[in-house]
């Protein structure tokens, strides 16, 4: 099974500052990488796919990079919606996520 | 819109059994694979079972295998998740989602339904 790591655990921002999310995948997805933002009590939202691909309505705030085994997301000038929980998943074999990384109000 | 609504949830003792379904509207349901995913309380997500478009091909996570079975019915644009043998560590809120046509990833999902597996 491919394994996905996030880091940091938590993240600690401040509104207008700019997050970023790691995320290592244990062997090659080529770009098969997806992000998803969840709130309590809500359903998982589609952020971005093809690792680098904002889904339908995504502010331009969010951006995501990487190939092969090392991925990250971008929230530029964080905005209050925003502190969320962050997770990556891959869809090149099989579907696993990564842990999520809280990002909270500093 | 896309629109996935689900019911079935519930509380259940360990050992019996339970079925969750997923109403789709706003798509052509009949040309989409489907999946569970589900997610343990404070933890994280866990992809449970994927059918294809045509129901043919199926696939399970290795905690659930022999266990669940997923389905569909086209006819009435709705997917099934039939769970036996229900354990403790299988209570979480399971999503019902949908994966785009074509590209592989996940695009919605629904509101997700509670099942809580207890003595």
């Known amino acids: 099974d491919i394994m996905m790591a996030q880091s940091p655990a938590t993240l600690a921002v401040s509104p207008g500052d700019v997050a970023t999310v790691s995320c290592r995948a244990s062997q090659s997805v080529s770009n098969n990488l997806a992000w998803f933002q969840q709130k309590p009590g809500q359903a998982p939202r589609l952020l971005i796919y093809?690792?680098?691909t904002r889904a339908t309505g995504v502010p331009a705030r969010f951006s995501g990079s990487g190939s092969g085994t090392e991925f990250t997301l971008t929230i530029s000038s964080l905005q209050s919606e925003d502190f969320a929980i962050y997770y990556c998943q891959q869809y090149s074999r099989w579907w696993t996520f990564g842990q999520g990384t809280k990002v909270e109000i500093k | 819109q896309v629109q996935l609504v689900q019911s079935g949830g519930g509380v259940v003792r360990p050992g019996r059994s339970l079925r969750l379904s997923c109403a789709a509207s706003g798509f052509s349901f009949t040309t989409n694979a489907m999946f569970w995913v589900r997610q343990a309380p404070d933890k994280g997500l866990e992809w449970v079972a994927f059918i294809s478009y045509d129901g043919v091909t199926k696939h399970y996570a290795d905690s659930v295998k022999g266990r669940f079975t997923i389905s569909r019915d086209n006819s009435r644009d709705t997917l099934y998740l039939q769970m036996n043998s229900l354990r403790p560590d299988d209570t979480a809120v399971y999503y019902c989602?949908?994966?785009?046509?074509?590209?592989?990833?996940?695009?919605?999902w629904g509101q997700g339904t509670l099942v809580t597996v207890s003595s």
């Open positions: 093809r690792a680098s």
């Open positions: 989602v949908k994966e785009r046509g074509g590209y592989g990833h996940f695009d919605h």
